[in-house]
């Protein structure tokens, strides 16, 4: 059995900060990752970060009321503060770190514009921001020298006495199954969209963190708030960067229309994503697309601009649709693309369970309410990857080690084994594809009481058929049929804490609107959704949402 | 559509044997290769292993041979391959040992990639950003595109015969700071580039140039820290000494004169070298390779002399 002081579960932006911070105050730190983490999901982010650097007049209060408008008021506004005060240090670490973000022409930080913010407050490395500053952390994880346990896959979190006590993971290359202890963990696994198809979500994005934590008795909180990306392609559901709108590309329908004008006159198409998706979908809704898009227009940036500052996305469109950017707009619909919602933590990363953490996607801190601003992912990744290292080390100093019970290794190791014996059935694909459209049709761009119904009881149903899905490769070297219906596993209980959240909340707000109540009810649902797993069930409550400046009001782009 | 695949399979659990295992399988016309191999995967055989996630070509877990050359298979079409439905080849990488299937063992690329010390160094802590030009941030960006897929390791011809090679990922990594007008190391760092297994081992091919998926050229990146190590003064290598004698050469003879090459770039006070270059002359003397002593001497060497000349003025303003 190895041993560390804090184990941090996922190497992407938010693991790989944690882990670096970690390091620093002097921990034993470990990271423990499915994936080599340059293969992260944190590479998907294109279009940049966001912070306010007050050393050329901006006001991180100024992004604070920014973010809290687009999470309609749904985010807690102490921790938003947290978030846009730490921004700009943030930005500056990661600058000294390497990061080549592009510069004014007096060298300094250059920015773009990004939806829901008036100002252009954008820090970006061309349309490849998130891979730039993974590959840059991961830089420092080598200047660090950090353990990595590279392609392993957490299978399960381990309490003792209340408290965290490590987790139980194998090689993936190897099949060995370990227990690895550790006096605090932190979750850093991303996000969930491959419970919904498609999504613009990596296939590596299943939820794991969020079904460990509840399974562990975490409470999850808002995860009925899911984010459709105004632009992705169809079918496949590739994203394409906000980045592009930006630095000004047009949504038109299908009569050449620059629609957002109806829907967000002042914004346009800067919005906030839920608003655009909204609009977006009406207008496919109301007959104006083709086949079921409408079209983003970057011709008049001309072609060099896009090669240099959207480069990436000319790369997508020519590879992936045959068309360039520069000469013909291209079809694109909104598509599943983050969860808002996630593990419960407070503004430290902390959760209920002593010694466990949660950064990133799979956290909800929450600084994203009902819908997140572009480019704000990013920071909260390096702003609370951070903080909760920091925060560990404490709680690491005051506690001794635990002693495992030897006996959750084997039997963990019997469960595994006991899916591996499964007779022929249905393979984990099958039911995986039934949970996306299931989830797609029930918790999309509009629901409702019904739709709602219509996805519970789909998961129910596919929930009970998780026991007849058999795994073909018995084989212990690389075996991904394996690690595929663990996936499955993972994402069928996000799903239905999905579901839970989405029932429970009977209002519209951000990203959850709903057919049949349109209208946002400050009175009633001023507040989180809980959901939480006893052991037996789902339990669903809800808590108030903490109000520092910023009272309420209409939110109008 | 239907996509006829061979697959070069591997099982270390069952034989150490590799074989070709046809599938057919109906996709959608736009499909990609990424797409046929999870179909397989998820509907016909679940003990096919490969590694993919993004699907979008900047995560970097998909680079694998496609009818013998390296590509990501997320932006590698059917069509394209196979327009005609011609069975596609697909294998694992080469250069790397198999873990299983289309999986390869990565260690010694990661090893190689940390021994570039791939982190920018400076000693300086400013309070805000270092100040930079946004065009030395954009020339960054072409190899800050590189997503370590492995694909220019495969295909590296000098890797091949030497696996020492530091190799054409680490060494467009080593780029990215020795460029960095942040890094204050850049000259520390052509010293090591300029060692062994480093630099001057790269035999410009351009293999890694041509199936690079971001366009990252390695093998420019690595002629481009021959030019600046030689600038900075790092020339005792036989790497320098091969480059001054071909020139020397051609401007004297207007031929390759191979046996001064060789004895020019081995180092005429590189004893043991040239006790190796003999053991080689003898060899080649028996076979008849020898080339011969005196080069021989073009017919027009004013037209020689005149092109180096033009092209000794066209490096000096290009500077």
């Avoid at chain 1, 998907?44 to 604070?64: K, P």
């Avoid at chain 1, 795994?471 to 212990?476: D, I, Q, S």
């Avoid at chain 2, 150490?16 to 057919?24: K, V």
């Avoid at chain 2, 410009?204 to 041509?210: D, G, N, P």
């Amino acid at each position: 059995m190895s041993k560390h002081d804090l184990l941090i579960i996922g190497a992407g932006l938010a693991g790989l900060r944690a882990a670096v911070e970690g390091v620093r105050q002097g921990l034993n730190v470990a990271v423990i990752t499915k994936v080599h983490p340059v293969r992260s999901h944190s590479n998907a982010a294109q279009g940049g970060i966001n912070a306010a650097l007050t050393d050329r007049g901006d006001d991180w209060r100024d992004h604070a009321f920014s973010t809290i408008k687009g999470s309609d008021y749904l985010a807690d506004q102490d921790a938003v503060e947290v978030m846009c005060r730490e921004a700009g240090d943030a930005i500056i670490e990661l600058e000294n770190m390497g990061v080549i973000f592009s510069r004014d022409d007096e060298g300094k930080l250059g920015t773009r514009a990004f939806g829901g913010q008036k100002k252009a407050r954008t820090y970006f490395v061309g349309a490849i921001t998130g891979s730039a500053l993974l590959h840059v952390l991961y830089e420092q994880s080598v200047k660090y020298n950090l353990h990595i346990y590279e392609e392993w896959f957490v299978t399960k979190l381990i309490k003792e006495d209340g408290r965290i006590a490590g987790a139980i993971a194998f090689d993936i290359k190897t099949g060995q199954m370990e227990m690895i202890s550790a006096k605090a963990v932190v979750l850093a696994t991303g996000g969930a969209g491959r419970v919904f198809e498609p999504s613009t979500n990596a296939l590596i994005c299943t939820g794991d963190g969020l079904s460990l934590a509840m399974q562990a008795g975490v409470p999850l909180m808002d995860t009925e708030m899911i984010q459709y990306h105004p632009t992705t392609l169809a079918g496949n559901g590739i994203l394409l960067s906000e980045a592009a709108r930006g630095d000004g590309a047009y949504l038109i329908n299908s009569e050449g229309e620059r629609f957002m004008e109806k829907y967000a006159p002042e914004y346009m198409e800067l919005a906030s994503r839920d608003v655009v998706s909204r609009a977006e979908q009406t207008e496919i809704d109301e007959g104006r697309g083709v086949d079921g898009c409408v079209f983003l227009d970057l011709r008049h940036l001309g072609k060099k601009f896009i090669e240099d500052r959207l480069g990436y996305l000319q790369e997508v469109a020519l590879e992936f649709r045959g068309i360039d950017l520069s000469e013909k707009p291209i079809p694109i619909k909104p598509g599943m693309h983050y969860i808002m919602g996630g593990i419960k933590t407070d503004l430290n990363g902390a959760t209920n369970v002593p010694g466990l953490y949660a950064a990133g996607e799979c956290a909800n801190v929450s600084v994203h309410g009902a819908n997140r601003l572009g480019a704000n992912s990013l920071l909260d990744t390096i702003v609370f990857g951070r903080r909760s290292a920091i925060e560990s080390v404490e709680y690491i100093k005051s506690v001794k080690d635990v002693e495992i019970d030897p006996k959750e290794l084997s039997r963990e190791k019997s469960r595994i084994q006991s899916i591996l014996d499964r007779p022929k059935g249905m393979r984990s694909a099958e039911l995986r594809d039934k949970m996306g459209s299931t989830m797609t049709k029930g918790i999309g761009v509009w629901r409702d009481t019904e739709s709602i119904k219509y996805a519970i009881e789909g998961m129910k149903s596919i929930r009970g058929q998780l026991p007849n899905v058999y795994v073909e490769n018995k084989g212990k070297v690389f075996n991904t049929d394996l690690t595929s219906y663990l996936e499955l596993e993972f994402m069928v209980d996000v799903a239905e804490s999905i579901c839970q959240g989405a029932n429970a909340r009977f209002e519209s707000r951000g990203a959850h609107f709903r057919t049949d109540v349109t209208t946002r009810n400050d009175k009633d649902w001023l507040k989180h959704t809980i959901v939480e797993y006893n052991g037996e069930e789902l339990n669903t409550s809800s808590e108030d949402v903490t109000i520092t400046d910023w009272e309420p009001t209409e939110r109008v782009y | 559509m239907e996509a006829l695949i061979k697959v070069k399979r591997y099982n270390p659990e069952e034989s150490e044997e590799t074989y070709f295992q046809d599938y057919s399988i109906n996709v959608a016309e736009d499909s990609t290769i990424l797409d046929s191999l999870i179909k397989i995967r998820e509907e016909q055989d679940g003990t096919l292993s490969l590694r993919c996630s993004c699907r979008a070509s900047i995560c970097g877990s998909c680079s694998m041979r496609v009818n013998g050359s390296a590509k990501l298979v997320c932006k590698t079409r059917v069509k394209e391959i196979s327009p005609d439905g011609e069975f596609i080849t697909i294998e694992p990488m080469g250069n790397f040992k198999v873990i299983k299937d289309l999986v390869t063992e990565m260690d010694s690329f990661w090893s190689k990639m940390k021994s570039v010390d791939p982190y920018v160094k400076t000693s300086f802590e400013p309070e805000a950003e270092h100040i930079a030009s946004n065009e030395s941030m954009t020339h960054l960006l072409g190899v800050m595109n590189c997503i370590m897929c492995g694909a220019c390791v495969s295909e590296c011809t000098a890797m091949e015969v030497d696996p020492t090679f530091t190799g054409p990922a680490a060494l467009a990594k080593a780029y990215r700071f020795v460029a960095d007008p942040r890094d204050e190391e850049a000259n520390s760092r052509l010293g090591k580039l300029n060692e062994n297994t480093g630099v001057w081992d790269c035999t410009r091919c351009l293999a890694c140039v041509e199936v690079c998926p971001k366009d990252v050229a390695p093998m420019e990146r690595i002629v481009k820290m021959r030019d600046l190590a030689i600038e900075e003064g790092y020339t005792n290598t036989s790497g320098y000494r091969h480059t001054e004698s071909f020139n020397d050469s051609i401007k004297k003879h207007g031929r390759l004169d191979e046996t001064r090459l060789a004895l020019e770039s081995t180092g005429l006070l590189n004893i043991s070298g040239l006790i190796d270059l003999a053991k080689i002359g003898i060899k080649s003397l028996m076979r008849g390779k020898l080339p011969p002593i005196l080069p021989h001497r073009p017919k027009d060497m004013k037209k020689v002399t005149s092109i180096a000349e033009r092209l000794d003025n066209q490096g000096k303003e290009e500077e």
